[in-house]
């Protein structure tokens, strides 16, 4: 079954940059969906990015362009490139995947990905 390991996690200063990685194996069909979502402790996980079945990016109303999401198909694997970094955006960030339904990946909730990754975590400190 699909297994996600994400990488790239790590402390950085506000206003700084960072790149998460998310490599796929264990890929049972050709096309399969790919997001982030993050989780601070004591609340939900919640939607950062992904791409659909087309490659085209979706993001988080919150990010304000800060984030650029990216696919590699050759290499399966999802980047996340951070920028402008806040407080806030300090977080366990979770790499998410699953296969398209119909042709389609369905959406940006955690019900639309079926396989996750351990997590890597950012801290973004003042």
């Known amino acids: 079954q699909m297994e996600l390991v994400e990488s790239g996690g790590k402390s950085v200063q506000a206003g700084g940059s960072l790149t998460l990685s998310c490599v796929a194996s264990?890929?049972?069909?050709?096309?399969?969906?790919m997001g982030w979502f993050r989780q601070v402790p004591g609340k939900e996980r919640e939607f950062v990015a992904r791409v659909d079945e087309h490659g085209k990016p979706e993001y988080a109303g919150f990010l304000e362009g800060r984030f650029a999401v990216s696919q590699d198909k050759a290499q399966f694997t999802l980047h996340l490139q951070m920028s402008s970094l806040k407080p806030d955006d300090t977080a366990m960030y979770y790499c998410?995947?699953?296969?398209?339904?119909?042709?389609?990946?369905?959406?940006?909730?955690?019900?639309?990905?079926?396989?996750w990754g351990q997590g890597t975590q950012v801290t973004v400190s003042s």
């Open positions: 264990g890929l049972n069909y050709p096309r399969y969906c």
């Open positions: 998410a995947g699953g296969y398209p339904f119909g042709g389609y990946c369905l959406g940006s909730r955690e019900k639309h990905f079926g396989f």
